[in-house]
Nanobody, 122 residues
């Protein structure tokens, strides 16, 4: 089983930055991808970003392109989401995910962490 633990959320002002972390533990396969989703109260879950663990290839939702950057640290088994120029619309619980490929991750067919709250005030 794979365990995913998110951290780094908080309450910030619009325009500020946050860096989310997701540490993976347990057994994983050699080829897989990790990513981030978010869900605001009363809204559907939304894909944010994904990265292939081996190649480093990335994929972003249009809503965060140019503001968010996903990266990974192989030695630490950790994936990061650097969020800049935060907007109130970014307020949500952010969930870490892991799947067999970027395609699988973006389709939501993943193992999940329990989430970390990001709140952006005006």
């Amino acid at each position: 089983q794979v365990q995913l633990v998110e951290s780094g959320g908080g309450l910030v002002q619009a325009g500020a930055s946050l860096r989310l972390s997701c540490e993976a533990s347990g057994r994983t396969f050699s080829s897989y991808a990790t990513g981030w989703f978010r869900q605001a109260p009363g809204k559907e879950r939304e894909f944010v970003a994904a990265i292939s663990w081996s190649s480093g290839s990335t994929y972003y939702a249009d809503s965060v392109k140019g503001r968010f950057t996903i990266s990974r640290d192989n030695a630490k088994n950790t994936v990061f989401l650097q969020m800049n120029s935060l907007k109130p619309e970014d307020t949500a619980v952010y969930y870490c995910a892991i799947g067999a490929s970027i395609a699988v991750v973006t389709r939501g067919l993943n193992y999940w962490g329990r989430g970390t709250q990001v709140t952006v005030s005006s």
